[in-house]
């Protein structure tokens, strides 16, 4: 087996067992970087004041990790600048929120090169190096030029914007002619790979695609898939039915006082329509009042990417409206509206997702969305809560018996709202069962087995998502792995 490289924006360095709360990705990409004795490579969160190329280099659990440190400017213009205020709003539909500024391409631009620089001497000639998300897009352009022969995938774990919005950024062709020196492009799902498809076909005519998604442009092959990312279903299930869990939901049981439970676990940002979330609540209140101080809702929303404006603005909206919700129906008894900014631990989160009536997952835009196929995880057979699920998340592919929304009407989100309160247990089961199945069938593993496959694979006949997920069971660590930060990339 070849040894496995994995790059990422961030890696925080390995640390001894029970120090960490691992997500599934993680654990999945952990256990396949020890299989082939690898390397996890990319940025140590740390700043230093003149960049020198040292790598630092750490091992733990069987995992090596090789970090470097960034210049104030690398951070402001590549990380706070290009990816976080350029890309990110840009992929997520927001041009209005998009900044292009020069010195901030640049700034990626230059990152991009020292990463590849700095790993070079890293590679040996038959490594898989698997590049991971928005920030690192140039990034195997980069190492082509540096004459690495590898076969080297990428991963999108956001949308891809259709080809209208990505028109709006300057360079816009150098940034999708930097993807064709990867040999795989992964998606999370089929509509982020066809808005992908759309712009070749209308920015690279001499582009030649076939109906198996291989493109071949410039002499160079392609192969590009759908290969939807999944939890660690197993563990995940395995916390929710844990003691530590149970102890979580009976506290919020408690805290209740009788009250159904509707749950929104998010990253506080703009994308995931947390504002557009709280009006469909304040909805359901005027237009139900039956559910006042019969329910609660609990959202929480931990803070990031805290030097960017338009972040300071959205905690700035959500402090305001959620009080003003609270002040408009709370009594002496009751508060319809619990939001926090603060975050908890896995097993805590899969004890309240476990009672909690309803999930409310309604990103504005999302190129997954693993809170959505966590709430599903973690209920009881026997009495399951009704997930409310966006139409515009990736996870909407792979969950259809979910009440899928459109998060931007008020409205909608109401009417969904009631129906999941109200919905009897057997079509609650009904609804719940498939959804259970789709989350443990195409679990982490299965996404990690996918695309390794199709990056070892020679030429355009690899291996596909659909083949993929039924070749046998999904290998399972024993050991619970130590070292990198669960969705560590951003």
Known sequence: MSRLIIVSNRVSPPVGEGQANQGGLAVALSSALRETNGIWFGWSGNEIEQFTGQINMARAGGV??????????????????FANRTLWPLFHDRTDLAEFERTFAGGYERVNARFAETMLPLITPDDLVWVHDYHL?????ELRQRDVKNRIGFFLHTPWPVARLLLSLPHHRQLVEALFDYDLLGFQCQ?????FLEYVRDQFPEAQI????????????VRVVSCPIGIDAKEFIAG??????????????KSLDGRSLIIGVDRLDYSKGLEQRFHGYERLLLDHPDYQETVSLLQIAPPSRADVVSYQDIRKQLDALSGHINGEFATVHWVPLR?????YDRTSLAGMFRIARVGLVTPLRDGMNLVAKEYVAAQDPEDPGVLILSKFAGAAEQMQSALLVNPFSPEELSDALAQALSMPLEERKARWQPLRESVERED???????????????GAD????????????NKQDAEHPEGIEARSFA
């Open 64 to 81: 090596t990790s090789a970090t470097i440190d960034l210049e104030p400017q690398d951070i402001d213009e590549y990380y706070n600048g």
């Open 210 to 221: 076939d109906a198996k998604g291989n493109i071949r442009v410039g002499g160079r092959d």
């Open 462 to 473: 690899v291996i596909s998502f659909d083949e993929a997920r039924h070749q046998g069971k």
């Open 444 to 458: 982490v593993h299965c996404w990690l087995r996918c695309f390794l496959k199709a990056l070892s694979g020679k």
């Open 191 to 195: 509509a982020w790979l066809d808005s």
């Open 137 to 141: 897009i140039p990034l195997g352009s």
């Open 240 to 253: 929710a039915n844990s003691a530590e869990a149970a102890k979580a939901g009976q506290a919020m049981l």
């Open 339 to 343: 939001y926090v900014n603060r975050g």
